[in-house]
């Protein structure tokens, strides 16, 4: 196993440099840079060119890629050009409020997806069954930002019973930060208000984020249980008198978990980049939005920084997946 | 009380898309206390599906009517939860294939303690212990394994804790759906061993479902014949044997390939099964069957009670002591 993980963390260090290669280059090859971004096309020539001097642009790209390269390995992904303040200090305030909104999304998509899924396969052929893939076909199909328009009209403006954007109603911060996350800081300052007012305020996005991501769930769990279902050690099981509730759960979606359990890690992962969609529709502070927003203004540290942050997400999370497998499946031994 | 299961007019449906399939049809039998019944036929001739339905395990598109009694209470009709009640521990049932049978990502031990727990939820788990370990002792396998996972045995190992998971509450009847099958000759005879020992030593009722007649001739006490989902011939195993009445019992006897003959020539029952869909006009045998008469083609034969046993065939029509003679060595 220590083998395993340290073969993974190794043979991830290719790939997270590739990756940085590729952005480096796609963000160069792109019209456009930074400092026209920000000083507009009809900016004197002297000014563009002190800037890129300023920002480093004005050396050879090979040279730019070996400082980049070269900071990077120190742990230093640069300034921003929009706001110069460090890349690495900007994502930290970010990150946070993604991790809070994936949190939220993907449980609500989990207990969507393994319940919904379940019942369907275990009634499969009956209205709960038809139900379930209608559900899963419609959501699917559904873009993101319309639903998320649509329950910010219901909710929002209609009932006016939820907040429609943003992390937290003005002044409802908590006192303290331990973690990044509203919930679990307004938890440990024992601010019960702030807590209400941040869990308010996640609602509406984790809901649509959660079913729309819950729709490939609900189709996998069906048809994985669908099969285990159907496989010998249920009929086995069903042949011993162990409640069908039991051959359900414990038998059947068990064993149909372990792949899942793949997909939905590296959804938990995919989400961790930034729910760009979602965190746009509803102004969340999150790593999604800030990428959109710095890619506007050509923000080449922050973009590749976020990036390799990313990455990094993936991996660590799909060696983490590896391990919680082997966990769950006693024939896996790495 | 005579009998500890009893089937009477059993069918059992199965019900899809394009067609019904009728895998049993109209099966009557019954089985005394301490008696092992083998149920012996071809694959696809619906011995499987009455060993599901002994359980009432089927598939959800099965169709069953008849009436199956279980000392002396009809499981057809019984409602889900106190049949639940039954499985595992009054009827048990091992199955084919034992690399599969075993649910893979769970302890051995944990699969015993659930059986049980289902049945006594409240027992401790010191006692669960013991009594999981007395009865892989006495199957011959360590206790110490009970820690182990499936995928730890090998084949032969996995089926004998499959009976042991099927017998360690001690059932009255156990139905054992071809548990030797998927297993190599020399583990299958240690099989058949042990559950020969739990015939004689647990005086259990045993239905062996099988397609092998020659193994199971040692340990059962009757014997069924089934052919596309009728029962053909029912019987002690003994004057089967020796004087089998049924054409399709007589080509099976004369199919089991016996080395010490001359003629190495394989003989076999020309032909196919019917389809369970569209089964033949009249008796469903009669294209297989080498004394095929007029009768055999428009009527479906009812069952004749000839020298103590049961036949489904027009030959013994009329005939009491199935003094009607066919010539075995001709239809090889």
Redesign the interface.
Known sequence: MKTYILTRVILSIPMIFILLTIVFVVLRILPGNPVTAMLGPKAPPEVVKSMEAQLGLDKPIIIQFGDYIANILRGNFGDSTVTTLPVIQELEERFPATLELTIFAMIIAVTIGIFFGSTAAYR?GRPVDAIARIYSIFVYSMPVFWLGIMLQLIFGVWLKALPVSGRASPFMTPDNMYTGLYTIDAILNGQWNVLYDSLLHLVLPSVTLGVVISSVFVRMVRSNVLLSLS???V?????????ES?VLY??AL??AM?PILTIMGLQFALLLGGAVLTETTFSWPGIGSYLVERIRYRDFPAIQGAVVFFALFVVVVSILIDIINAW????VRY | MSNILEAKDLNVEYLTRDGNIKAVDGVSFSLGFHETLGLVGESGCGKSTIG?SL?K?LP?NAKVSGNIFYKDKDMVKMPDNEI??????EI??I?Q?PM???????RIKNQFF??IR??FPKMEESEMVKISSNVLKSIGIDPSRLEN?P?EFSGGMRQRV?IA??IVLNPSLLVADEPTTSLDVVVQLQIMEVLKELKDQKDMSMVLITHDLGLVAEIVDKVGIMYAGNLVEFGDVDSIYDDPLHPYTQLLLVSIPNVKLEDMKLKYIKGNLPSLKSPPQGCKFHPRCPFAMDICLKADPPTFAVKGRKVKCWLYKGEKDGSRKTDTASIG
Do not use: C
Request: hydrophobic share 40%; proline share 4%.
């Open positions: 499969y496989s010998q050690y009929i086995s099981a069903r042949s011993r008198g162990i409640k039991k414990a038998h068990k064993n372990i769950m499946d006693p024939r | 599901l359980l395990i959800i639940r009640s039954l499985r595992g521990k048990s049932m199955f294939d599969t049978s075993l649910d893979p990502i769970m659930e059986t289902a049945h996972y995928f499959m998971l099927a």
